[in-house]
């Protein structure tokens, strides 16, 4: 295995760093050379590198005219370059001098002025917004600032002429939120050395060193000196880097002296290594992950990097002209004028497969692969010392591919794993097995050059998908993207249609294609795709000033909910209107009624929606509910009289005073006259007369209540009053027909008690309109059994039965059937006892068995 260590280094005690090449650089062509940039910012997990050339002046200081200070870039190019060297973008920096770049999380470009302003743009050199870092830092030149990564957020801080720094912990915000942070006794005059941020827990501190004094300050204004206990005097710090997990930090001091410690306050240097580098101060200090601290130095034309662990280790690594170094989660890329590098701690899994003499199953499973693969017997050997370890060493292959970067090593592993997999019969590890392979197919398109994402797997396993695809269509690599939502298989939402959305809009910002051109390509294209939300589609396009486009594209949108109001919005209010009545939703139709309501005025809108039957309808719906006046209106228009008239008999109603009630009436009246409605004129006529023989009653009955009741209430109350003969007199004047004048009567005499008037009404005729059973009825339905009984025996003999059934007689009706002969009318009452009085039953069954019709 001795070629698959080739480019290890020891590095203590069973550690191992290996460096390897992972592009040669496509800007050779440009004649890079990295020592000629006077700004260089790369972005972390495989991003884009920025460069700015060197392009600075010589200006006096502020406070010390003695001391000159460079200034920052007035108009730079900025050139943006994939990892692999291929060019993205340029532009020219047009705004104010230029101080520093950085990337954000969201792999936008981070520009710092001057002048305390943050400015972003995207990596094609869009400008996206812009915001100040504070009034003070306005007023007085920013000397210094950090781009710094605040867990999923990406932060600014600024260190002022004045010597006081200003931080936002958050760029991706549309309203920054600015702090000052806390101010260092004798730093006014002073600039620090070095400095670096740290962010734990969404706390800021600045660690800053003064000379020999190291310090911290958080968000908080609170500082503290920080004890760095070298034995060693020095003349003070040199450089500071802070590992990528936050814990660590570096300290290089004039002296060449290296110190590593944690970022607890209180803790003490746990490895102090000297360079030998007493004259030559470091050019970078970066991480290798968070186990080892890399020094890169020039000297005499070598360009060294000195790598030093936590136990004084140490490596030497040499190149041939100027770097750049990358600090990763897990590694360290080193960026060349040839090429780009990574240098990373070995993964346990890849030294216990392929450590030269590891006894590993992993190491064995893989030698029997290539025995096997040469035809030679010592792979059943081998098979057999791994035999009781198959299954470790199969996942110890498959983990181990995952940590390469060649496409020859992963596959030597995967058909390790695969061919160790043919002697077990677990599910779990074939499941295992595909996985890897499918991820590593995904890892090795980003890491290709025209891509230029050299993710490790660390960095892969933290990535969300979510987020892996942002990344790619921030680089506008649509068809990678869309290629790995299917090869991944994830739903549309979360996949291909938020992939096809942004491709869409990206298309549509292409002014030098017509309107027709980019709907038929990109209806083309969605509509391969389910879920596609057209309807973002076409507002994008709105956003655009493409409104021919978005109507086009919202034609093609499946939910009416989200094309209605959007054709509203476009101006398409016929479309809209269309769109609605088809998708049979009346809630819709009742938006673009609204819309078109509150949009023209009251006599074009009223033309507009009557040539439309249903959507009239609603409207007249809508309008007896919330909007009476307007549906008058409407009538009015229509010369609908008779509708007209109907909506003043719920004006009545709610008059507040009975003028306006009989007003509104009347006016109803002469509607149903202008329509040649006589029924409904008569009614209405005879319910102004009422209300105007109500008010009379009212003054001639002082405190009872009329108005408002109805003839028959009004008879009622006549009648309860003794009123006897104006109740004849209303009777005549309302039409009120005699049988239904007696039912009225009668019920009411019984109800108030009026036993001597209910006796003289029933012989007032000789053959009374309701006849005697109501009588009866009346009398025991109001509690009086004897009143009842005296009209009882008035009563036919054919009706008697029934009517003692009605008042719950049933001992009497049972007697009654009896003396009758009457079978039915004893079956009938014998069903009543059986479910009320079970004694009466059994008499019942026994008069019927008397009878002899048992």
């Not at 695809?469 to 994830?490: F, P, S």
């Not at 509607?671 to 023989?693: P, S, Y």
Request: glycine share 4%; charged share 25%; aromatic share 10%.
């Amino acid at each position: 295995m001795a070629n698959f260590t080739d480019n290890w280094s020891p590095f203590g005690f069973d550690t191992y760093y290996r460096k390897f090449e992972l592009y040669q650089m496509g800007w050779q062509k440009f004649n890079v050379d990295l020592s000629e940039f006077a700004l260089i910012a790369a972005q972390t997990q495989g991003g884009n590198i920025a460069v700015v050339r060197e392009d600075r002046k010589k200006t006096p200081s502020i406070t010390d005219p003695s001391v000159y200070v460079s200034t920052a870039l007035i108009r730079p190019n900025i050139v943006i370059f994939s990892s692999s060297g291929r060019v993205v973008s340029q532009f020219v920096w047009n705004s104010g001098p230029l101080l520093q770049l950085g990337w954000s999380s969201s792999d936008e470009l981070v520009c710092v002025q001057e002048d305390g302003r943050v400015l972003l743009y995207d990596m094609f050199g869009t400008f996206i917004r812009t915001f100040g870092m504070g009034k003070e830092a306005s007023d007085v030149r920013v000397v210094d600032c950090r781009i710094f990564d605040n867990g999923p957020n990406t932060g600014v801080i600024v260190l002022t002429e004045t010597r006081r720094f200003f931080v936002v912990s958050n760029i991706a915000v549309n309203s920054v939120v600015l702090r000052s942070m806390g101010e260092i006794p004798g730093m006014t005059t002073f600039k620090p050395s070095c400095w670096a941020v740290v962010c734990q827990d969404r706390d800021i501190q600045v660690f800053l060193a003064k000379e020999s004094e190291l310090f911290v300050v958080d968000k908080s204004s609170h500082f503290q000196q920080v004890p760095v206990n070298l034995n060693e005097q020095t003349r003070g710090f040199v450089a500071i880097a802070v590992s990528p997990n936050q814990k660590h930090m570096a300290l290089v001091t004039a002296e060449g002296i290296i110190a590593i410690k944690s970022t607890e306050i209180d803790s003490d240097p746990y490895c102090v290594f000297d360079s030998k580098s007493p004259t030559i101060q470091p050019k970078q200090l970066a991480w290798c992950g968070n186990s080892a601290v890399v020094g890169y130095w020039e000297k005499a034309g070598s360009h060294i990097l000195l790598m030093i662990g936590p136990k004084k280790d140490w490596i030497n690594y040499r190149f041939d002209s100027a770097v750049y170094l990358v600090p990763e989660m897990d590694s360290l890329r080193v960026i060349s004028r040839d090429a780009h590098d990574v240098i990373q701690k070995v993964p346990s899994v890849t030294m216990q497969v392929m450590k030269v003499g590891s006894m590993a199953p992993g190491a064995y499973l893989l030698e029997a692969c290539r025995e096997y693969e040469a035809l030679s017997y010592k792979a059943d050997e081998y098979l057999k010392l791994v035999k009781p370890n198959l299954e470790e060493a199969v996942s110890q292959c498959i983990e181990s591919a995952g940590q390469e970067f060649e496409v020859s090593m992963q596959k030597l592993l995967l058909r390790a794993a695969s061919f160790g997999k043919a002697f077990l019969e677990t599910e779990g590890l074939s499941e295992k097995f595909v996985e890897m392979c499918r991820n590593l197919r995904v890892l090795n398109a980003l890491r290709s050059y025209l891509v230029g994402m050299p993710m490790t797997w660390k960095q892969y396993e933290a990535t969300s998908i979510t987020a892996l695809l942002d990344r790619l269509v921030n680089r506008r690599q649509y068809e990678l993207a869309y290629r790995i939502c299917g090869y991944l298989e994830l739903p549309s939402q979360e996949g291909a249609a938020r992939i096809l959305l942004h491709w869409s809009n990206y298309k549509m910002n292409q002014r030098n294609e017509s309107d027709e051109v980019l709907a038929k390509a990109i209806i083309a294209k969605l509509e391969k795709t389910p879920g596609i939300p057209f309807a973002e589609c076409a507002k994008n396009a709105r956003a655009l000033g493409r409104v021919r486009l978005a109507v086009e594209l919202l034609e093609r949108e499946t939910s009416a909910q989200l094309q209605v109001p959007l054709l509203l919005d476009f101006g398409k209010e016929e479309m809209a209107l269309s769109k609605a009545i088809l998708s049979g939703n009346s809630d819709l139709v009742y938006d673009v009624i609204l819309h078109l309501k509150q949009k023209l005025g009251a006599a074009e809108f009223l033309m507009r929606i009557r040539n439309n039957r249903e959507v009239f309808a609603l409207f007249v719906k809508y309008c007896k509910q919330l909007n009476p006046k307007m549906l008058r209106d409407l009538f009015f228009q229509e010369d609908w009289h008779s509708e007209e008239a109907f909506t003043f008999i719920p004006e009545s109603y709610e008059a507040l005073s009975i003028a306006e009630q009989i007003t509104a009436l009347q006016n109803a009246v002469e509607r149903f006259d202008h329509a040649k409605d006589e029924f409904n004129k008569k009614v209405t006529e005879d319910q102004i007369k009422l209300i105007r023989h109500q008010i009379k009653l009212e003054e001639k009955f002082p405190g009872r209540k009329f108005i408002g009741l109805t003839v028959r209430k009004t008879l009622e109350n006549l009648l309860r009053d003794g009123s006897f003969k104006l109740a004849d007199e209303f009777k005549k004047d309302y039409q009120i027909s005699d049988r239904q004048f007696w039912f009225v009567k009668v019920d009411t005499l019984a109800a108030t008690a009026q036993w001597e008037e209910l006796e003289k009404f029933s012989k007032s005729s000789r053959k009374p309109a309701v006849g005697f059973e109501h009588f009866a009825a009346a009398a025991a339905k109001n509690g009086n059994r004897a009143e009842a009984q005296k009209y009882l025996l008035k009563v036919e003999d054919d009706q008697r039965l029934r009517c003692m059934l009605k008042m719950g007689m049933l001992e009497d009706a049972a007697e009654w059937a009896a003396k009758q002969k009457d079978p039915v009318g004893l079956d009938v009452v014998l069903d009543k006892c059986r479910r009320e009085d079970s004694a009466l039953a059994a008499k019942v069954q026994a008069y019927k068995t008397s009878l002899g019709f048992a």
